[in-house]
């Protein structure tokens, strides 16, 4: 797939810049393991300097311009962008994919679901002004209670590879419509897109500073971004190790965090399903975009009366250094998790599966973030249950069954946040979507993803005539 690869700058304050070091990252096409370009390579000054660019466009005519502006205003700028990304969808779809090594079309659905989002931000932004000054329901008629919505202010926001564009678009779409200036420093291994988003800016004429894109390494840019004391809230998808490691950073300031983190979700089939549609289901929850996903339901859980007929159709992946480990601690490789022979180039893994799976085994307690699928059969709803919640994360799960009374006692037993129901990975942008324990915490899309980057302002006013009371005056 031949595209030409655009070279830019860091984009800071509603211009393309040089890094202050003037470094430079090469762009690795993960299909041919060739050098297809590079991209800037933000540092600690980068970051104090696009800090600044954002809080200026905050205060721009007194907030005016952005902050304080009507979301009706910020959204006109946000159908821009999404009108972009349309009219742009086929050279994006390319990039992603020689960025990030994802197949063509499945980037392609990415583009849309970018466009997507950030359309239902600008409905966001539009509705609210209907929510301004609201008021509060008070026990005393002498006082009259109003909220006010404000934007958090200057936003930190991390994001991962494997989703360049729509990560990005999940953290600065809904950022933009409560009205806050951001950072984006997405992942150095996949940046092309989101520079390219810095491009689309340009073109709309969003004000200088609302959106600065830093690309870069994470111990150099994204650390800095993370613990910058300026910098009101952080954003960040990734690895829960770096998770840690940016609410460790951002709790220095005492700023609030949202993270989305990994996971090791289970999809829990039982015995009265449609063979066919679970196998279908399976195979999506796990292997959608190679596997590279947060939320894959990665451990398939299979009532064991059904365990022999599913196991064979399912097919899997795996990263190599964990089907090692997973043989030498005793399970079964059924097929794949090696490089295919007839590919010299690329970083390619045959898919996977392994059965003959404990609950001590690496593989079934850690995320792999490949095509990989661990196995293991349950006799009961109870056991079922039990061995779905056996993990540190709790980001996603998936129930499949035919009985949606039992789908429903499931669905509550699950200690997740998110459930899918004789499905898995549909994800959309009008619903919440974030996990518990080592997943993370907090919820991006829907109204949820824009509340996170909004402060409430509570604003009481004392309407009686009447003095308060509060001590007697004086008598003469």
Known sequence: ??????????????????????????????????????????????????????????????????ASASGAHRAKY??????????KKSELAKLEAIDCGK?????????????GCFEYNAYLAEELDKKQNVSVSLPMD????????????VVGLITPWNYPLLMATWKVAPALAAGCAAILKPSELASLTCLELGEICREVGLPPGVLNILTG???????????HPDVDKVAFTGSSATGSKVMTAAAQNLKPVTLELGGKSPIVVFDDVDIDKAVEWTLFGCFWTNGQICSATSRLLVHESIAEELGPIVSGGQVLKFVSTAKSEGATVLCGGECPPHLGKGFYIEPAIITNVTRSMQIWKEEVFGPVICVKAFATEEEAIELANDTHYGLAAAVISNDLERCDRVTKALDVGVVWVNCSQPCFCQAPWGGKKRSGFGRELGQWGLEIYQNVKQVTRYISDEAWGWYKPPTH
Do not use: Y
């Not at 762009?27 to 300097?49: K, S, W, Y």
């Not at 002498?142 to 202010?153: D, S």
């Not at 390494?217 to 613990?227: D, F, R, T």
């Open 217 to 227: 390494l994470g111990p150099e840019a994204g650390a800095s971004l993370a613990s």
């Open 142 to 153: 002498t006082f009259k209670c109003l909220l006010i919505k404000e934007p958090i202010g």
């Open 103 to 115: 197949p063509l079309e499945e980037a392609a659905w990415d583009m849309d679901d970018v466009a």
């Open 1 to 66: 797939m031949a595209i030409p690869i655009p070279s830019r700058q860091l984009f800071v304050d509603g211009e393309w810049r040089e890094p202050v070091k003037r470094n430079r990252i090469p762009v690795i096409n993960p299909a041919t393991e060739h050098v297809i370009g590079d991209i800037p390579a933000a540092t600690a000054e980068d970051v104090d300097v696009a800090v600044e660019a954002a809080r200026k466009a905050l205060k721009r005519n007194g907030g005016k311009d952005w």
């Open 78 to 87: 946000l159908r821009a962008i999404a009108s972009k990304i349309l009219e």
